[in-house]
T-cell receptor, first 115, second 113 residues
Framework: KAGVTQTPRYLIKTRGQQVTLSCSPISGHRSVSWYQQTPGQGLQFLFEYFSETQRNKGNFPGRFSGRQFSNSRSEMNVSTLELGDSALYLC??????????????FGEGSWLTVV | SQKIEQNSEALNIQEGKTATLTCNYTNYSPAYLQWYRQDPGRGPVFLLLIRENEKEKRKERLKVTFDTTLKQSLFHITASQPADSATYLCAPTTHTGGFKTIFGAGTRLFVKA
């Protein structure tokens, strides 16, 4: 079956703009989590959605937001982009919520460069 | 504060040897812990999951141990091959205001032929 699909794979934005990233989880998976990965900070947890509800969130400013649709697809949005937002954004899906023992499967990520 | 520590320095070993990677955590009580492999520019790929009541888990050439007293997990690759060269991430899942999986910074492994 198809894996986790993220779009776009690469994008360049200007400071102050906003960006929306999309994630389609593995079929049947209802939990979608988002992570930011930078060379200095590693993988940082952004938030998790399950059945269209945000279950948990990490320590990121309110400029980072997300949502999940009834078909489990998810989007994350970053407003007022800053140079420090340049990173690989990874989406991960699992059958159940984090903590339920289900494996997390990652997409290939969206590379965001802010100039 | 909560911390996950993996060897920040790269690990270089000779093909055929056993690679051992360490993951130490403080101020966590993980319900379980996962290990992932990540290649440059790609998303992490799941390898093994070990629960808090399990001491050891094996899968082909991979072995994971979990010592909740020492607050440590060890990840072993036996008969290592150059294709095993990658970054390996330790990821405990803990309950702090809701379950979430936190990732260590990873250890870069180089296996020389």
């Amino acid at each position: 079956k198809a894996g986790v699909t993220q779009t776009p794979r690469y994008l360049i934005k200007t400071r102050g703009q906003q960006v929306t990233l999309s994630c389609s989880p593995i079929s049947g998976h209802r939990s979608v989590s988002w992570y930011q990965q930078t060379p200095g900070q590693g993988l940082q947890f952004l938030f998790e959605y399950f059945s269209e509800t945000q279950r948990n969130k990490g320590n990121f400013p309110g400029r980072f937001s997300g949502r999940q649709f009834s078909n489990s697809r998810s989007e994350m949005n970053v407003s007022t982009l800053e140079l420090g937002d340049s990173a690989l954004y990874l989406c991960a899906s699992s059958l159940g919520i984090q903590g339920s023992g289900n494996t997390i499967y990652f997409g290939e990520g969206s590379w965001l460069t802010v100039v | 504060s909560q911390k996950i520590e993996q060897n920040s320095e790269a690990l270089n070993i000779q093909e055929g040897k056993t690679a051992t990677l360490t993951c130490n955590y403080t101020n966590y009580s993980p319900a379980y812990l996962q290990w992932y492999r990540q290649d440059p520019g790609r998303g992490p790929v799941f390898l093994l999951l070990i629960r808090e009541n399990e001491k050891e888990k094996r899968k082909e050439r991979l072995k994971v141990t979990f010592d909740t007293t020492l607050k440590q997990s060890l990840f072993h690759i036996t008969a290592s091959q150059p294709a095993d060269s990658a970054t390996y991430l330790c990821a405990p899942t803990t309950h702090t205001g809701g379950f979430k999986t936190i990732f260590g910074a990873g250890t870069r492994l180089f296996v020389k032929a």
